[in-house]
């Protein structure tokens, strides 16, 4: 009596397997998406519209 799978049900084995695992792998992480220099700008509401004048006598103004 052989009992080994034929080919077809080995294959499908394999397959269910593989679903299984592409349904219950774990979500990867969103934080990784974000660098550290933009979750900073985040937390500390900088965006990238506001804009810095320069003044004919020196120095800087920051405009938002």
Known sequence: MDRSP???VAA???A???RFQA???P???AEQAVSP???AALVEGV???GTVQRHLEG???WLS
């Open 6 to 8: 034929s080919a077809d």
């Open 27 to 29: 979500a990867e992480a």
């Open 47 to 49: 965006g990238a519209k």
């Open 12 to 14: 499908a084995i394999a």
């Open 37 to 39: 220099w933009q979750r």
């Open 16 to 18: 269910a397997i593989e």
């Open 23 to 25: 349904e219950t792998a």
């Open 59 to 61: 120095g800087f103004e």
